[in-house]
């Protein structure tokens, strides 16, 4: 017995915790399922913009857009009326189809969220095309950023910048490869993990929730502080460069060709290092200077090339003792050689106009060169880098050691966009000395959660999910995962299983989305056995909250370590009975109490056929413990999808106390059925049941959430710091939920006798005769 789908939903408010260390927007909410239109551009049409385009349109409106020639033309003439295959690492295969592909940039009027999956160089050009049509709120993502895109996008939207979201991403998400261009591709395999910043880092809660869940679980979008960070992390704008230099310089190289081409990162010998160590001490004087004049400023991220390595390649590597033998000893690098043209005599010259060069010079190493001038730090490795890389481009970039060359516009040096103070950098950036003082301070004073260095290599990510229930939101959810990654349907209530097996056959089932999608998937399993928990990297129990101690049990001998267990929802004190029912085990797991469930949706067949009628905007949930967030995170916002937004409250005992149907449905039965108020004889109708509401049933309600509030107030006051806010009074609640909904909401009564969504429900009852009796076993 469960709040119905329209009762119960999140608040719109600030919240601080895993994204910030303070106050951060949170995306406006309702109390009931809606449709969220979400429309998401797809820009390029290489291997990563095609993966992408076929990966987010099988579940969203997706449009690929691409500006270069007619590339656009020739893929919709090679996809023709076929859905585009992608095959992804997990092993399962997704056909779906684009809502179009175009070189008309005015489509991203229609966007909530545009993707860059082109080379960086082309990153200003599609900024400045979109422009006059791009709408507020936007979230702007590059796959890479690599440096200054929070400034180039700046630059090329003027005052619209400020109304958009952009997010800088490290690199892309995946390995890929086209298997037939414009019609399949394969997924070799993805990033564990992706560090990405956002500007302004207020919006990181959207702008996360929108990103991993269109990328699914892998990579977990991991949050960088900002996108500063992001800029002088970018290891191409001095690996590239550096390495190029180092092998082709004057000083090593006699312009003669070469019998063979020489290793690229494994050929790495002690002048390139020297090359690289003065590149990267460079890099760190800027964040030295920067951190000293913004207080507070957390670059952390970029960390030396050495420190790169030992983060992204860590036991990859068989020495890692210095820089060089971090690049000579990485078996991902293997056989790679310099980039290079034949010769006469089968002889090899450098290609010196190679992306190494034309890209990251332009993109990332000026972006350094040009910080570091406004900041007054002499550069002398990367002054003599670029001078001599600028030669080989053919491009006058840096003139009597200025960035004023008449090529500088060409670049992401902040000279290009007529940046040449420390005040316009920082406002360009977004950066602001005194909300970043004040994020510092409050940050000093409570843990950070638990943040993985991202892993550099792509892998195979074995994820297997257990999704527990038979009734609506289990066979939902079991579709809707089954889709991407292995997924096991769980059923301990008598032959659920059994019957679900047998109806579903060898067919797919079909779920049709509230976005008119239609996803088609297989669960590898559908059984009673709980020794399936073995296999299990999370569990999602979509059953009636009275029978989650059942399923707890049931698994605690087969649970293996860091597996995430969320509850959809988790009512009152769920964590508790978890802790309970595991006992020690409990410390190796991580549970995520959910406030409610995500969805609104029916069968249309039985075990073959659902359907989602809307999708919360937003949902709560804790982790306990709440230093697992960012994987209990990507993991279920990764396996929702973009909506309902994933919100994080604080801790469990914050969604155990907010627990409205703890108060609303024992009060409101009281209210009407006791002795004070009901004489046990049946009655002509059955009453209105939130509508029917009076001043008798307010005050019953209205003791039982002050008490609740009581409960609130004494555990604060017994531990400093607790952060209870989630649990609110009732009347809170309501205004929270339904705001904007209900004609008056002067009052708790007044809220619920007026909320539309109740229009109609009645008191459960049972027929006496052509009249009603209360069911008091409800």
């Known amino acids: 017995s469960s709040l119905p789908s329209c009762l119960v939903g999140p608040p719109t408010r600030a919240f601080k915790t895993f994204f910030s260390s303070t106050e951060v927007d949170h995306p406006t909410t309702m109390g009931d399922e809606e449709k969220n239109p979400f429309t998401v551009l797809v820009c390029g049409g290489g291997n990563g913009a095609q993966v992408a385009t076929a990966m987010y349109a099988a579940r969203y409106s997706t449009i690929a857009v691409s500006l270069y020639a007619d590339e656009a033309a020739k893929w919709k003439a090679a996809l023709g009326d076929d859905d585009y295959e992608l095959t992804l690492d997990t092993g399962k295969v997704i056909k779906s189809r684009p809502d179009d592909i175009t070189n008309d940039p005015s489509v991203a009027a229609k966007a909530d969220a545009i993707v860059l999956a082109v080379p960086s160089f082309a990153h200003g050009q599609y900024f400045e095309a979109f422009e006059p049509y791009i709408k507020k709120d936007t979230v702007i993502a590059c796959m890479p950023a690599r440096s200054g895109g929070d400034i180039l996008l700046a630059a090329k939207l003027g ?28 997924i070799l395999g993805t990033k564990g993990s992706i560090l990405a910043a956002v500007t302004p880092p207020a919006k990181t809660p959207k702008a996360f929730s929108v990103l991993q869940g269109c990328l699914g679980v892998f990579p977990n979008c991991t949050v960088s502080p900002n996108n ?14 550096g390495v190029m230099y180092g092998r082709w310089c004057p000083e090593k190289w006699d312009g003669n060709p070469v019998d063979e081409k020489p290793l690229f990162y494994q050929g790495v010998e002690e002048f390139s290092e020297s090359v690289l160590l003065g590149l990267t001490n460079e890099v760190q004087l800027i964040r030295q200077k920067m951190e000293e004049m913004v207080p507070g400023l957390d670059l952390g991220d970029a960390g030396t090339l050495h420190q790169w390595y030992l983060d992204c390649y860590g036991g990859q590597m068989t020495d890692d003792s210095s820089l060089r033998a971090c690049m000579n000893t990485n078996p991902g690098y293997r056989g790679l050689t310099h980039p290079c043209k034949e010769a006469d005599g089968g002889k090899f010259v450098p290609d010196l106009k190679y992306r190494y060069l034309s890209e990251d010079v332009p993109t990332g190493l000026c972006f350094n060169k040009g910080l570091g001038e406004i900041l007054g730090i002499d550069m002398p490795m990367t002054d003599k880098v670029l001078l001599w890389a600028q030669d080989c481009i053919g491009m006058q970039i840096m003139v009597d050691g200025k960035m004023n060359g008449p090529d500088i516009g060409k670049t992401r040096a902040p000279q290009a966009t007529g940046i040449n103070t420390l005040d316009g950098f920082l406002q360009a950036s977004k950066i602001d000395k005194a909300t970043v003082a004040a994020e510092a301070a409050a940050s000093s004073k409570k843990a950070k959660p638990e943040k993985k260095p991202p892993a550099e290599g792509e892998g195979q990510n074995p994820f297997c999910v257990l999704v527990c229930g038979g009734g609506n939101g289990a066979q939902v959810a079991t579709a809707m995962f089954s889709a991407r990654y292995p997924t096991i349907a769980v059923s301990l209530f008598a032959d659920e299983a059994a019957k679900w097996k047998a109806a579903l056959g060898d067919n797919e089932y079909e779920l049709t989305l509230d976005t008119g999608k239609v996803l088609k998937s ?86 073959k056929k659902a359907t989602i009628l809307g999708t919360k905007g937003s949902i709560l949930a804790a982790v306990t413990p709440p230093s697992k967030f960012p994987q209990a995170f990507a993991i279920m916002q990764g396996s929702l999808g973009v909506f309902p937004h994933v919100t994080e409250s604080p801790n469990n005992l914050g969604i155990s106390l907010r627990n409205p149907g703890a108060q609303i449905h024992p009060g409101v039965m009281y209210g009407r059925w006791c002795p004070e108020k009901w004489d046990g004889q049946p009655v002509a109708q059955k009453p ?91």
């Not at 979201?165 to 998400?173: A, K």
């Not at 109740?758 to 009852?765: I, N």
Request: aromatic share 12%; hydrophobic share 40%.
């Open 688 to 778: 209105l049941f939130y509508q029917g509401v009076e001043e008798f049933t307010e005050s019953v309600l209205m003791g039982l959430t002050n008490e609740v509030q009581a409960i609130k107030k004494k555990m604060e006051e017994m531990i400093p710091g607790l952060d209870l806010k989630d649990a609110c009074t009732l009347h809170q609640w309501y205004k929270d939920c339904y705001g904007g909904q209900m004609t008056d909401d002067s009052t708790l009564k007044a809220c619920m006798n007026t909320n539309p969504g109740y229009r109609g429900l009645t008191h459960p009852c049972v027929e006496a005769g052509g009249m009603f009796m209360p069911d008091l076993k409800y």
């Open 522 to 607: 297989k669960p590898d399993d559908i059984t009673n056995d709980p020794s399936v928990a073995a296999k299990a990297d999370a569990i999602v129990l979509a059953v009636p909250s009275f029978a989650h101690g059942e399923y707890f049990e049931a698994f605690a001998p087969y649970m293996r370590k860091g597996c995430v267990v969320a509850c959809m929802p988790a009512r009152s004190g769920g964590d508790i009975l978890f802790a309970s029912k595991l006992g020690e085990k409990a410390k190796d797991m991580i549970f995520m109490g959910f406030e409610t469930l995500p969805w609104a949706c029916r069968f249309t067949e039985w075990g």
């Open 159 to 186: 005052k619209k910048a400020d109304d958009v979201i952009f997010v800088g991403f490290e690199t892309l998400p995946w390995a890929c490869r086209f298997t037939e261009w414009g019609r399949k591709a394969t």
């Open 228 to 241: 500063l960070g992001i800029s002088l992390r970018n290891p191409g704008a001095q690996i590239h460069p």
